[in-house]
């Protein structure tokens, strides 16, 4: 009963705005022109949109915040609106929390705790923080929130079965970016309630930057901490976006932090393949002595040796301007869906070969129009982002923002440019393997290739060769000849209904029964038409031009 009753409660929030970005495609559902609409109609829609999902609850609120970095699946100003859901989620009473934590603890909180403030310092959508002391050092207690498990499971079942009939309306790329969004979600949000998994994900992160005293991560109490309790270092500063203070008076250098967060973050990503998954300013703060502090470890990403140096490559081919090496690496990466052909990805890649030659020399303002530009190819054509490079494009997005809101001639491109390039010798020389070793690789490989082609070849001289075709080329074929029916069956229907009208008319004289059968045989035809344009449409295609100029 609570999951029908649940179902019907998010199903009942989600039509309206299912509907209106229907309708904003065609006004009629199925046929006529995209309705108008003004870029005020969709900022007031966009902050419904965000008030609805608030409403719904914590699932849907850490779905926001990752779509809130796809500007490839979602456009302004629903991305802006979406966004701001960081951290505006009502704290549990502190009874609870209280109950939470010596459910944990097996012990009542005064035992093991000297102090405990009943106020809570942070309150996400996952679970909240309060400060406390243990054995006489400031400690802070991260507590999940009670029954939040459950309503997450309960809300992720809700999701994947609307994304189901999506997938089956609208069979494009875009709703099958948001499905693999929901599915990966689904997968790290287990983790990131599981508090033992961010005790074990900072002790990671400590290791990999034990040579980097600029770099500071919360230390973890082990012995109090459990599933649903985490106690850790009590870490003094000051949030990323609250810096202009310290910046005025000389305490501080903005470029100096500008290149210690990019640096951090491009290091993750493709020197350790450890990389922070849920950035924004309330999990980044520079502590009195200006080091970097990173919290909230409960989502975070191992990236492949595979996948960095794939990256790596796609980089070097775009800075060479080689369009095949810059797409075989997005196939490796799964950025392109198999049925795709190659010849017709070739457009998008030189697309995005040109977008990047116009960012060698632009100003801020010009670099801001080159970024949409870029998110324009992915949403156009049939690209889909990994998930590594989303949560990339997450922090790199941040870090974009922080820069502006103090410097408005700030060129975030331009820095992460010039700190990848201090990288480049060590990024080269851990990607390339020895010499023998990839000598003998290659000769490996080469003699593969030989044994494939003398195979080849004898089968063709026994006549013995088979072409098989791959099944998602069999089913696209199954559709089409299934469509065509469908639409010789209403065709034939519609020319029946239209002669039988014509021999009642004749006989009986009613000119109101001919009507309707001309009306009848009318529809039917158009329904030849229209029906398939609108299942193979996408409902938010409308949202590319909606962005005031």
């Known amino acids: 009963m609570k999951r029908i009753s649940r179902g019907l409660h998010v199903i009942a929030r989600a039509i309206p705005f299912l509907w209106a970005f229907l309708r904003d495609r065609r006004r009629f559902i199925v046929i006529g022109r995209p309705a108008r609409r003004k870029p005020a109609h969709h900022e007031k829609r966009a902050a419904r949109l965000a008030a609805t999902i608030a409403a719904l609850g914590p699932t849907f609120i ?28 009502p704290p549990v009473p502190s009874e609870a929390a209280r109950r939470v934590i010596e459910g944990e603890l097996g ?24 400060r406390a002391r243990y054995q006489g050092r400031d400690v802070v207690l ?56 961010e005790a074990g994900n900072m002790e990671r992160f400590r290791k990999d930057f034990l040579d980097s005293p600029r770099v500071k991560v919360p230390g973890v109490y082990h012995d109090v901490t459990s599933r649903r309790l985490l106690v850790m270092e009590f870490m003094r500063g000051t949030k990323v976006d609250a810096l202009q203070e310290r910046f005025a008076s000389g305490e501080l250098r903005f470029e100096d932090i500008m ?61 060479r301007e080689d369009l095949d090496g810059m797409i075989n690496g997005m196939y490796r990466l799964g950025m392109i869906s198999p049925e795709v052909a190659r010849g017709d990805i070739r457009e998008a890649a ?19 129009e080159i970024v949409q530009e870029v998110w324009d190819t992915f949403y156009t054509w049939p690209l889909l982002l990994p998930q590594e490079l989303v949560y990339f494009f997450r922090a790199a997005v941040l870090l974009e923002g922080i820069g502006f809101r103090y410097d408005p001639n700030f060129n975030g491109l331009l820095l992460l440019r010039r700190v990848l390039t201090g990288f480049r010798k060590e990024l080269l020389r851990d990607s390339a393997r020895e010499p023998m070793t990839m000598a ?62 014509a021999i009642l008319f004749l006989a009986l004289g009613n000119l109101w029964l001919l009507a309707a059968g001309l009306l009848a045989a009318l529809i039917m035809f158009l329904l030849t038409l229209l029906i398939p344009t609108h299942l193979l449409e996408n409902p938010l295609r409308h949202a590319r031009g909606i962005r005031p100029r």
Do not use: C
Not at 474 to 487: G, I, K, M
């Open 142 to 197: 991260k507590v999940l929130r009670p029954g939040v498990e459950e309503m997450v499971a309960l809300d992720l079942d809700l999701s994947f079965r609307i994304l189901f009939w999506l997938n089956v309306l609208f069979p494009n790329h875009h709703v099958q970016g948001i499905s693999n969004v929901v599915r990966e979600f689904s997968v790290r949000v287990k983790e990131e309630m599981d508090f033992r998994a």
């Open 259 to 319: 290149e210690r967060l990019s640096s951090l973050y491009l290091r993750m990503m493709l020197m350790e393949g450890f990389l922070h998954a849920d950035p924004h300013p309330g999990n980044l703060l520079i502590s009195p002595e200006g080091d970097v502090v990173v919290l909230d470890w409960g989502m975070a990403l191992e990236v492949s040796r595979s996948t960095r140096d794939t990256i790596l490559s796609i980089a070097l081919a775009t800075e």
């Open 62 to 89: 850490k779905l926001a915040q990752i779509f809130s970095a796809r500007a490839d699946l979602f456009p302004e100003p629903y991305l802006s609106a979406i966004g701001t859901l960081q951290d505006q989620v």
């Open 440 to 501: 003998r690789d290659l000769l490996t490989e080469g003699a593969h290739t030989l044994r494939l082609v003398r195979d080849l070849v004898t089968r063709l001289e026994r006549e013995e060769l088979r072409i098989r075709v791959h099944p998602r080329d069999a089913q696209s074929q199954e559709r089409f000849l299934h469509l065509q029916a469908r639409r010789l069956l209403l065709s034939v229907f519609a020319t029946a209904t239209a002669i039988i009208s």
């Open 350 to 368: 030189r697309e995005v070969m040109k977008i990047m030659e116009k960012a060698r020399s632009s100003s801020r303002e010009r670099i801001q």
């Open 107 to 130: 012990s009542p909180l005064e035992e093991v705790f000297e102090d405990f403030h009943e106020k809570p310092l942070a309150a996400a959508s996952l679970g909240q923080v309060h």
